[in-house]
Nanobody
């Protein structure tokens, strides 16, 4: 059983920064991709960014490209999401997700393709 625990959310002004963390309980070799999704009130959960656990390959949604950076620390079994130049439109609950099999770029962006989820952390950006 893989457990994911997010932290680092909070309230920040527009233009500010936050760093989210996702600590994973399982051995790293069992998780091929780690990803961040977000869900704003009244909207569907959407893909934000993904990273391979061993290779460091990353992929981003167009809406966050150039502002957000996903990274990982294998020694700590932790994935991070550095969020800069935050906008009110980034306000959402941010979720960490993991999958244990290889995926296409299309599949990486689908929440149904991930078998493990954290509980979420709230990010609120004020204007």
């Amino acid at each position: 059983q893989v457990q994911l625990v997010e932290s680092g959310g909070g309230l920040v002004q527009a233009g500010g920064s936050l760093r989210l963390s996702c600590a994973a309980s399982a051995h790293t070799f069992s998780m091929y991709y780690m990803a961040w999704f977000r869900q704003a009130p009244g909207k569907e959960r959407e893909f934000v960014a993904a990273i391979t656990w061993s290779g460091g390959w990353t992929y981003y949604a167009d809406s966050v490209k150039g502002r957000f950076t996903i990274s990982r620390d294998n020694a700590k079994n932790t994935v991070y999401l550095q969020m800069n130049s935050l906008e009110p439109e980034d306000t959402a609950v941010y979720y960490c997700a993991a999958r244990t099999t290889i995926a296409t770029i299309h599949e990486l962006q689908l929440r149904t393709e991930y078998g493990y989820w954290g509980q979420g952390t709230q990010v609120t950006v004020s204007s």
